[in-house]
Every structure is written in structure tokens, then in C-alpha cells.
């Protein structure tokens, strides 16, 4: 390719700034109570910062509070800690109806009031694709199964590299896959109800495998930049070394805001 041609292809890609931004927030209050669970919320925030000719980048943080509740102590009956933070840098790129998506997560989680403050941490880099159509909403008529019981979610493979000990701590992982999927049952006007499911497959080092399945059952409110949801979940299995959660259900809402992609 000529200097001439090449440079009327580069002036011809279009680039903007879009700066959409994007959250949640949510809390979550366990069913059974104990040192380590009574409840947790979360905020998350992200930015989609760059577009260049569909190809878009994304940049985000959340951070995760983790409260217990104790009995020895009656004058501090909650006891919080534990914090979770992840910072995510992604790249997406739309081939409708799905987002193909290029993204990488550094997770840590630190210890409160404790020797060693930073208990784990995860660096990864992930692939996969996301299929989230408009919500059909606005019927004035109860909707049974709305999409035809079509499901809609994620699906990434995940790579935890780089490796070492001052990238990974606590775990053994190699690869996994992970994703969610949701089904609507019933929509009308601004609402809509349903079930979710979360699951992932880790791969250790070792080639043992560990594995998370997660059931949820909820009713939310929506609009064309937000909304809010009412949910009760279950942890059916969890056996990760890090944050194991099999067993535990919590009931709970999340608000949300813009583009969740």
C-alpha cells in the first residue's frame, strides 16, 4: 500500500469521544447469617471513552463491601471485612445482534483489620460475546414469555494470564469459561420478570476443575436509561478457593444505569 493510499485510509476512519457512562449500585442481605455473611453492596461505574468506527473502549471500577454480623461483641455487631475491587479495560466491537468483546479484569480483595490486608488477587484477560436485545417492553397486556423463552446474556473464555506471584495470589487457575443467561417470563408496560443463571468453569493449573452455579429469580422496573430490579438468588455450587458462596442465598435490589456493555 502506497504512502498516499495509506493515508487517505487513516483520515477516513472516524474517531470520537463518546463518554457514556454507566452503573450500578446494589445490596444484597443473606438468608443465613454468620462472621463472614450478613450482607454485601456493590457499586460499579464505566465509562465508554473511545469510538473508532465501531470499535469501542470501555473503561471501569467497582468496589464490593463485605459485612458479617457477630454475637461476642455487642457494642460492634456488624463486623465489615472485607473489600472487593475491579478495574476492567475493554474493547467491543458490534456484529448484530451480538457485541464481540476483547476485555481484561484485575480483581483484589483486601482484608479489613487483619495482618495480611491483601488477601487475594486475579489478573485475566477474557474473550466472548454478548447478546442483550432492547427489552420488549410497553405492552399493555400481561406478556407470558415475551421472547419466546430465547435467552439473552454472556459467554467469555478466560485466560488468567500473567502468571507469577505478583500477578496471582490465592488461586491456581489456568482458563475458564463463563457467562449468563436470562430468560423473561413475563413483561408489561415497564416491567418485566424472570429467571437468571450464572455459572462458571475454572481449569487449575493442575487440571483439576472448580465450578460456580448461581439460579436467580427477579421482577424489575425499566426504562430506556436505567432501571430497578428486585431479586432473590441461590448459590447451588461454589466450590472457588476465593469468596466460596455454595450453599448461600441473599434477597436484594440493584439500580442501574445506561449501557451495561
Known sequence: MTAPVLLLSLLSISVSFPLEPSGEVNLRYFFQHSLEHFMRGEVSGSMKTIDIDGLEWTFGLSTETFMGRQWSHP????????????????????????????????????????????????????????????????????QWLPEGGVPRGWLSAVSYIPRGTGLQKGHNYDWGIEGEATVLLTARKSSCAGVTARSEMIVNQDGSTLGRIEGELFWGHHTETGGLDLFASYHFLDNRPIDPLEGQGWLGFRVYWGAPY
Not at 465489615?80 to 480483581?107: C, F, G, M, N
Not at 454478548?130 to 399493555?140: I, M, Q, T
Open 75 to 142: 457494642e460492634m455487631v456488624f463486623h465489615v471485612w472485607k473489600a472487593h475491587w475491579t478495574i476492567l479495560s475493554q474493547w467491543a466491537y458490534r456484529v448484530d445482534p451480538v457485541d464481540l468483546r476483547l476485555y481484561s479484569e484485575h480483581e483484589c480483595y483486601h482484608n479489613i483489620d487483619m495482618a495480611d490486608t491483601l488477601g487475594h488477587y486475579l489478573n485475566n484477560v477474557k474473550m466472548g460475546a454478548v447478546y442483550d436485545p432492547p427489552l420488549p417492553l410497553g405492552s399493555p397486556t400481561l
